[in-house]
């Protein structure tokens, strides 16, 4: 009865593949969002889904291309995968993001490691 | 300037203190405030939110926020040892999108 799971756990691959991060979300919320947490532990919001539609896009590096088939699942490709890419990725999601009360919650994140 | 600055820490209390955590923020339009504690390894837990100012308790948190300074604050009652994380401050922005502070690492010794 997990709330938001995300697969793989780990992932472990070499600079130049490409490859993908799956999330899933069974509280019904319409929002969904992809974080990146750096080394430094800074957490950083890179794209926000809503019922599908792309609603948030920050600076992100067009190698990253976020997808969504349903508002309960927001996939995330990387291609050409970069050193710089490390990092842990987490999912969320939340009921209604305008709401004031925009509770996100995450999903247990995927620690990216790019040798 | 940071958009939501905190202190990294350690911020370092004696099991059963109260451990204070603060946070300012710049964008004087935020009108929603989050806390996350976060253990080593795992993901952002939400212990927290307040939306008006003064004071909102939740059994041994209460969180504080003060719109004119653009401060909100976190204290912790009681702290035990399983207290021990990094607290992230959270400011909703621009399109609603949640901006986190770099977080602070509090350790309470037993």
């Known amino acids: 009865d997990t709330a938001v799971s995300q697969t793989p756990k780990y992932l472990v691959t070499q600079m130049g593949n490409d490859k993908s991060i799956k999330c899933e979300q069974n509280l019904g919320h319409d929002t969904m969002y992809w974080y990146k947490q750096d080394s430094k532990k800074f957490l950083k919001i890179m794209f926000s889904y809503n019922n599908k539609e792309l609603i948030i896009n920050e600076t992100v590096p067009n190698r990253f291309s976020p997808k969504s088939p349903d508002k309960a699942h927001l996939n995330l490709h990387i291609n050409s995968l970069e050193l710089g890419d490390s990092a842990v990725y987490f999912c969320a999601s939340s009921q209604d993001r305008l709401a004031k009360s925009n509770e996100q919650f995450f999903g247990p994140g995927t620690r990216l490691t790019v040798l | 300037q940071k958009e939501v600055e905190q202190n990294s820490g350690p911020l370092s209390v004696p099991e059963g203190a109260i451990a204070s955590l603060n946070c300012t923020y710049s964008?004087?339009?935020?009108?929603?405030f989050f806390w996350y504690r976060q253990y080593s390894g795992k993901s952002p837990e939400l212990i927290m939110s307040i939306y008006s100012n003064g004071d909102k308790e939740d059994g041994r948190f209460t969180a504080q926020l003060n719109k004119a300074s653009q401060y909100v604050s976190l204290l912790i009652r009681d702290s035990q040892p399983s207290d021990s994380a990094t607290y992230l401050c959270a400011v909703t922005g621009g399109f609603q999108k949640l901006v986190f502070g770099t977080g602070t690492r509090l350790l309470v010794s037993p």
């Open positions: 964008d004087r339009g935020s009108q929603s």
